[in-house]
């Protein structure tokens, strides 16, 4: 971490990490400079010039593309175009859902047109600020007022054992909310009974798929609940030592959670000797110099030890051989933020939180078009048409046409599946899967093959290229799709699609190739007239 940490703040001070700069670094620190400049090359956030002094960074993902058309990015551009001293570049999804359109002006969210960014910037009038969404996060918070935050760690502290605490993970039936969805008590488990050192807690705040930001709002709304849970996590693993890994685009939640941070040391929840328990624990926040596949676990760890965030092959997995060579628990935001509402109530309690047979409570992000975009929290076992009315319904009269219930790593389903639960297992039978649940609503009169064909670019974009098939493959499957989409689709393109999804499915090293096609692969299975699209006779 400290050789990235050092990179951002060169890039802070200077605007970029120039030759001469990083050749200083290399001297000064006795490094070869290949290394940094291999870090420099890989990390989105680093630039080797300075460029504009102002730079708007507007989002092109689905949210932002539906609401404002593909050409928003270049319309932003060249709106100002004739302003001296800012650079508009389009960027991957900023988290900023339910504000589309929104980018970024420096580290300010900001929402609106073309003609709105430009007043924004040119300073005639403020820059529009996003406003807050709807984000219910009361139901998983155990205390009421602040005065109370840190009871359950002071109940374990004082009369709890490591392994009651994973019982209670393994009843409550958890499971990971970042996308995988392994069993939370199993991986605790896992950690603890793993051997060596040095041992960490991690967080995984990279959250960063296109429609996703139910994290963000939690770590905003409630982050004592993430600093209590690493904490625990800490001591029923026999870590002393914990780190917030969070994306870049979220620089403006960064000062709520080192806020957070020092108030729970002001309360002794932090550092050595915690409630005079003898055990330590000191917690630390990192800000991922940027991409995608820093979600990925392995990615992640890469990116702690000061290398390229390309991902490991596994086995090992991190919870044998992690952080440092260490075991290491990670687990995302929301895994994290439900764990002191399970350990307080019980497993019993929160499995009786679901509905219909179906256990405890999910978050979700709900964006595209419902008329109230949002955070919601609501029991496992709602069906997605119930979730949509949550969210406010269909926005401008539409009709329901398709849904992707998992953001962008999980397929586009039609409105007849609507009425499936918001679970793990029953959107995998649907075909689907809850993902990093992000709710993503398309109404009838939307393109849904340019939705499709923009969430095959991402993930071409966002590969680390460390793999063959996902590098190559991604990158000739949205040649070609783009090349129907202008009216000249190949002859057996569907089919050459199928074997391609099959091939990086198989060979791809993480899940980022595994599902790079699962957009359009879902259209060829699930709509018709958007797979006529793609073949010759219906062109």
Known sequence: MELLNRLMALQQRDGALTDDALKALARELRLPLYRLEGLRSFYPFFRMQPGAPRRLSVCRDVACRMR???????????????VDGVAVEPVSCLGLCHAAPAALAGDVPVCGDAATLRDGMTGRRPQPLVGDPPAEIAEVDPYPGADARYGTLAELLRSGSPDAVIETLEASEL?????????????????????????????????????????????????????EAMVIGGWVVGAGHGIIYLRHEYEHARET?????????????????????????????????GGYIMGEETALLEGLEDKRG???????????????????????VETFALIPRILQDGAAAWKARGRDGYNGLKFLSVSGDVLAPGVYCVAT???????????????????LYAFSPGGASTPFLPAERADTPVDFDALARAGAGLGSGALFVVGEGRDLLDLAIQQVRFFRSESCGKCVPCRVGSAQAVRKLEAAQNGAPESGLASL???LDETLAQTSICGLGQVALTPIMSLLHHFPNEAARLRREHA
């Open 257 to 289: 959670l080192e806020q957070a941070l020092e108030r729970a040391r002001g309360a002794g929840m932090l550092g050595r000797d915690i409630l005079g328990s003898g055990f330590d624990f000191e917690l630390e926040l990192f800000i991922s110099p």
């Open 381 to 399: 076992g709602t069906p997605i048409r119930e979730v949509i009315e949550h969210a406010g319904g269909m926005a401008e009269g539409r009709q």
């Open 175 to 227: 499971r990971g909310m970042g996308g995988a969805g392994f069993p939370t008590g199993r991986k605790w488990r896992f950690t603890r009974a793993a051997q060596g050192m040095p041992r960490t807690v991690v967080c995984n705040a990279d959250e960063s798929e296109p429609g996703t930001f139910k994290d963000r709002l939690l770590l905003e709304r409630a982050p004592h609940l993430v600093v």
């Open 497 to 499: 699609l199928e074997e």
């Open 310 to 332: 390309e991902p490991r092959n596994k086995p090992p997995f991190p919870t044998q051989v992690g952080y440092n060579g260490g075991p290491t628990l990670m687990n995302n």
């Open 68 to 82: 404002a058309g593909p050409g928003f990015p270049e319309s932003v551009a060249q709106a100002l175009a004739d």
